[in-house]
């Protein structure tokens, strides 16, 4: 089992402790993926990434008590989430094509029902680096991931979902708008994110969003050096700042993401 630090290990095991007291013979397995798996977990930043293997559909009344747990955990821990999905093995194994729904919190809050995409970026992390808390091995699960499937997914989103998220933030007086110029989070957010899905569709292999801004810091030109480093501070718990304008931080951080998000597409086009 990889390392994980003692007190986010505490929470993990008050979070199964809780599921098997209230609802017994549901849980079949637990593992645990993301920035705790790549060895880049910062309390009071990273969320615990998590699937639970439950042996059938979670039922209306079983989760009302899961959103429960949460929501105690969520109080009682309020430095880190637990973000994750409650899962049967037969969907972890299928091609989605057909399936029961999954269970989804994020930030600790019920956030509905998925299929689990044996071809995510959650599945492929599973497979390469999932640390194993109850339950048989991740590798006697058949889950085969195809990277063409998810490089393409994950074309999809950075031209989807982060084209918007930047557009967003241009639009004058909205909640992103604001928060491009007030809120490391945001810059942060968006930052080292397109900088991760960089790193993914070039290296065909994942990363911490600090492994992913260390990346780039080698890969990209030195005027985007300062906006990376900005970003890396707050998983970093740096208080050092590399600007004294917060307009100049946000057209930065907006510009990188356009240069990234066109990067992206030219190298995965094949272009020089």
Known sequence: ?????????????????????????????????????????????????????????????????????????????????????????????????????????NDGKFEGYIKFNRNSIDAYQLKKCGIVIKGKDIEDYKLEVNFDILINEMRNNLNSYWVNWMNGCKKFMSSKYIGSFVSLKNIEWGVLGVSRLYYTLNEKDITSKVGAGEYALSKVPAKWHNIIKESMKLRNDSKESYYKSFSKRRDDALEYMDYIIKESNRLLDGKK
Do not use: Q
């Open 1 to 105: 089992m990889g390392y994980i630090p003692k007190k986010v290990k505490f929470i993990i095991d008050k979070h199964i402790e809780m599921i098997e007291e209230r609802l017994p013979d549901l849980l079949e397995g637990y593992y645990i993926y993301g920035s705790l798996s790549l060895g880049k977990f910062h309390y009071g930043f990273s969320d615990i990434d998590f699937i639970a293997v439950v042996n059938r559909e979670v039922s209306e009344e079983e989760l009302e008590v899961l959103k429960y747990i949460h929501n105690s955990i969520n109080k009682k821990y309020r430095k880190t989430t637990l973000d994750g999905m409650y899962v049967m093995e037969e969907d972890i194994e299928s091609l989605n094509k057909e399936g029961d729904r999954c269970v989804r919190f």
